[in-house]
């Protein structure tokens, strides 16, 4: 089973940057498509970044398009995504997520999750 486990989340004043990780246990990232998923309070999770297993090509919400990068390091079984010009609107708790197809960045087609790690864009 694939265990995952966000770390890096904090507090960042707007404009500034912050780069998160996801580390796996339990198996390896080798095989799986990878994502970062966001949820503000009262709002539904959505797909910010995913990374697919193969050909390692990337989806980004269009919103961090320019702003954010995501990659993995498949030696390390950690994916990261970086952050940069942070704005109060990238507030919410981050979650990781694996999936062994990963056709869409969408929540449910990613079966492993992480337990999220909250990111506050404030001044």
């Known amino acids: 089973q694939l265990q995952l486990e966000e770390s890096g989340g904090g507090l960042v004043q707007p404009g500034g940057s912050l780069t998160i990780s996801c580390a796996a246990s339990?198996?390896?990232?080798?095989?799986?498509?990878l994502g970062w998923f966001r949820q503000a309070p009262g709002k539904e999770r959505e797909g910010v970044s995913c990374?697919?297993?193969?050909?390692?090509?990337?989806y980004y919400l269009d919103s961090v398009k320019g702003r954010f990068t995501i990659s993995r390091d498949n030696a390390k079984n950690t994916v990261y995504l970086q952050m940069n010009s942070l704005k109060p609107e990238d507030t919410g708790i981050y979650y990781c997520?694996?999936?062994?197809?990963?056709?869409?960045?969408?929540?449910?087609?990613?079966?492993?999750w992480g337990q999220g790690t909250q990111v506050i864009v404030s001044s």
């Open positions: 990374i697919s297993s193969s050909d390692g090509g990337t």
């Open positions: 997520a694996a999936d062994r197809v990963g056709n869409y960045c969408s929540v449910p087609d990613y079966i492993y």
């Open positions: 339990g198996s390896t990232f080798n095989d799986y498509a």
